[in-house]
């Protein structure tokens, strides 16, 4: 059982949130409904009142009155547990009692709810046929109250015909509803809304999609008759404090009051980590692979319907193949499948209806599945390789047990040490109701153009008040009027040398009425068919520079990680990286080892929380290793089986017999080996750095220019959620301890800069942003510019953006990069801890890499290509270990 984090009473949040404890009997609820309304509740859910322990879900118990009452409202609530129809029934109650009042419902909007995936939206729009369609039969009546879906897909007659019979709900997307929005006919049909209903809130909020969505609500304030009441849906998020102001936004700098619904740990959670054997280091790889199969199989046939998740694509694929090959009589065609965003529509909808039928005994998949569709008769989820975060795990795993009273069963699968210290502590923390934070992204300066022009091509509107709206999203209430400026120069077209590079003014801006408006006939058009945050990608071609043979392609975000000099494997070759021109990328063949993993772009990063947690462990650990107890102690404090108990044990008890426990980092201490390869001649630095990802390609990215600037020599790096290598020349002494010291808050943020001046990624973010700002028109007059053709135009004006000081687009690809893609602020957390004295940077040498390092160290080796390689490899290292151990004695 997943137990509460935090008393209610201890929590001191904003004064605008609250938390709901008023727990209504059923009679109360009951008597807020309609005579029809309540019929249809009690005939419904009448028969789950044993396991409800009552006619209403414990989110629906306390959402319902809230909403009833006109409070904004958060809820947060496991898969299953009712909390979309808390969010809708006080809504659909309301417009009954409309519908038969002397008012009526006038032929317009009064319900919007947004969902960030169309299979989502479809399924709602499902659901809601049902208790719509009896409560009018009670009524004697047709249905009253209209529901239609409007996304991308919505063929043009029927949205014709929602003009003419528009539905009271109205279920779509964030970028339709800002097309609704600058709809002239469409957007009166909005005054009406009285609720907003976000779905799946978290999966929004801390993207760019999610500023989008608040900018967008924000401008239909503006729309509506009188406010209206803001309805949001999540499962697993944190803080919920931040999330319900992400929902409410402000007015004139006062946060709108929302209460949250916190009933996130209501079902009982059976999770527990799996190893398929003791000892991964000495055991044959195929030996693994083969009781992997047999685990996953045997617990595939144990129950009834499951889904796998795997950390790629190609991981889901692989699974699905070999459980068919290994078991032929039991997984075929009709009642196995895989699932992700690769595969066509046709493909993917065969396979959800076999979940929601039941037919399915097994599916693979990677993310497609995280939300989505009811699967009620799944029973077992099992996760391959470590989510990286707990939010992640608890969604991915509360797929199954689709209802209240079933236990959610879970299982995860480690097959490498790192994850297996990773995932223990994971489900730890998981079984304690810990929840991973989420970044909410701020002051987005492209997702602010595309809105700013929206207003002006309403009607001509003054700058303080479009400044006024924008401020009310929680993502902009910091909005400075200098950034807020800039971005109006860019689209009023007011910088030099715009024009002659092709770069036209969207709006007009007057600077004595200080009011800006549409420019251009077209200027309706452009916007309808170029807003939205979610980039168009594309393959790179990859050709040897020397004679320009194709032997390949790169997908873009595999790219933007490269810097010239690295070594990546295509095919089952070695290539260096040299340059790209637009979409074709330069290399020369190449005898070095890898140094960027295969799954670089794929695999989601491990949570800077859930990375401090796992730095106490090792510190944990550090303290016990020795102590016979604590091989029981892990099997009796952690929910993991024998062979991982063994293979964790194993690892530190050779860490601190090889290095001594200061070789262990945890959050006070960072460890730096020193190991020189004199066999290749390079002097390798392994920071074990164990904060995931994003923070360690930002830190990497900063100690690679400061290398690279002190000893002018070309640095080789690789990153990894547990730490990264530098690596340069033998004969270049590194003074790595002195150059993290010397680093401040401020200093660490222009060096981040500097380091992306030339990169990959700035070019890719540059080419995003700039047509997300409208610069580079994905669509123009029926003419469609594919993303290849997008990154050109990108590249060439690059050198232009990089001359103006200040420009909008630049200055936001810079913003997103450090902020919400490298973790700056967590750096500056660290780095600020190192110049307190609170973090000690231990340097030490090492004969060869610890096995703590082993991971980072065989980066350059972690490649599906080259697995056998790997495992070679880390045997190699392990012998080392022992040899020196042994001597030790």
Known sequence: MIAKRKNKAEHSGPPSISYATLRYTDEEILGLFRPSVRKWWVDTFGPQRQVNKGYFTPPQRLAIPLIHEGKNVLICSPTGSGKTLSAFTAIINELFLLGNSEEGLENSVYCIYISPLKSLANDIHKNLEEPLTTISKYYGEEVLIRHAIRHGDTASDERSSMLRKTPHILNTTPETLAILLNSPKFSEKLRTVRWVIVDEIHSMADTKRGVFLSLCLERLEEVVKA??????????V???DKIAQFLGGNVDGVDREVAIVDTRFVRDYELKLLCPVPDLINTPPQEVNRRLYEMIHELVQEHNNTLIFTNTRSGAERILYHLRKAYPEFYNEENSGCHHGSLGKEGRLGIEDMLKSGKAKVVTTSTSLELGIDMPYLDMVIQVGSPKS????????????HRLGQTVKGRVIALDRDELIECAVMLKKAQEGFIDAVHIPENCLDVLAQHVYGMAINEPIDLEKAKKIVRRSYCYRSLSDEDFMSAIRYLAGGLPGMEEKGIYGKIWYDEETHKIGRRGKLARMIYYTNIGVIPDEFKCDVITRGDHVWVGSLDEQYLEKLQKGDVFVLGGKFYEFLYRRGSKVYVDPSTSRPTVPSWYSERLPLSFDLALHVLDFKEQMAKRTGDRSTYKWLLESYPIDENS?????????EQVRYAGTESISTRKRL???EHLDREHYRRYYYFHSLYGRPFNDGLSRIMAYIVSREKTSNVALSVSDHGFFLSVPLSKKLDVASYLKSLNEGLAKELLRYSLEESQLLKRMFRINATRSLMILRNYKGHQKSARRQQVSADMLLSYAHRLEGFAVLEEAYREIIEDKLEIGHIQEVVR???RGEIEIKLISV??????????ATLSASDVVLAEDKASLLKEFHKRVMEKIGKGK
């Open 227 to 236: 406010p209206f009441v803001r309805i949001g849906c999540s499962a697993t």
């Open 390 to 401: 707990v939010s992640a795990l608890l969604q991915r795993i509360g797929r199954a047990g």
């Open 645 to 653: 108990a063994a293979s964790i044990y194993q690892l530190f008890d």
């Open 833 to 835: 801890g190192i110049k």
């Open 671 to 673: 460890v730096i080996e």
């Open 847 to 856: 004969e060869s890499p610890s096995p703590l390092a082993f991971g980072i």
């Open 238 to 240: 944190e803080p919920l």
